[in-house]
């Protein structure tokens, strides 16, 4: 089957790094994405990754190992406002892609 | 440029109703996903639509049904609904099917409590 697993919650200190992993098992793959969503509020879109590395988008960073099967999400000096859950999806390969989603992980930041 | 919008924001059925939900994406963009998200289940995959053919399809019962019309405004429709349905429903728009590199834009979804 295809999965993705996610830690379900995560705290961190105003200010500090936080790394959100990110782990899929997907019939193939053909990128992945990282989003955000506020309580009561619709996911926003944060990066994407589909060749391995580091992308960086000024505080926010995501890396991808596709051999790993794996990805994580760097926020740095953090905001109380980055409180949120942050989902992960793959996109599969074949005739019928679509995006696998995660459960998300909720981040709580404390001040 | 307005973003993706989902009409009514909040509705209560009762058992065994019918809803329509609406979503007009962003102008230019022709594909619309619909997803379910529900708090053990995160987001579930509804359907994908697609110059007004459907692509693909979650794994859901027949009971959810959708379309999307020339403008590529798209509608799902429950039918008999049950209480496990209270959920939020959100609809996803993207210029190309979520098969490709561009990323889904969110509405801000229709929550559905059925009692």
């Known amino acids: 089957g295809q999965n993705i697993d996610q830690p379900t919650e995560m705290t961190a200190t105003e200010g500090a790094i936080v790394q959100i992993n990110c782990t899929y098992q997907?019939?193939?793959?053909?990128?992945l994405f990282w989003y955000q969503q506020h309580a009561g509020e619709a996911p926003t879109f944060l990066s994407y990754?589909?060749l391995d590395g580091l992308e960086e988008k000024g505080r926010f960073s995501s890396f991808l190992s596709r051999s790993k099967g794996y990805s994580y999400l760097l926020l740095k000096e953090l905001q109380m406002k980055d409180s949120a859950s942050y989902l992960c999806a793959v996109r599969n390969a074949g005739n019928n892609r679509k995006l696998i989603w995660g459960l998300g992980t909720s981040l709580g930041v404390n001040p | 440029k307005a973003g993706v919008t989902q009409t009514p924001r909040y509705l209560i059925k009762t058992r065994g109703q019918q809803v329509t939900l609406s979503c007009s994406p962003i102008?230019?963009?022709?594909?619309v996903s619909w997803y379910q998200q529900t708090p053990g289940q995160g987001l579930q995959f509804l359907f994908e639509?697609?110059?007004?053919?459907?692509?693909n399809k979650g794994n859901f019962p027949g009971r959810f049904s959708g379309r999307q019309f020339s403008n590529s405004r798209s509608e799902m429709n429950v039918s008999t609904l049950e209480l496990g349905d209270s959920a939020l429903y959100l609809c996803a728009s993207s210029l190309r099917p979520s098969g490709s590199a561009y990323e889904q834009y969110f509405g801000p979804g229709t929550r559905l409590t059925v009692t």
């Open positions: 990754n589909v």
């Open positions: 102008s230019g963009h022709r594909s």
């Open positions: 997907t019939s193939g793959f053909n990128g």
């Open positions: 639509y697609f110059s007004e053919t459907q692509r």
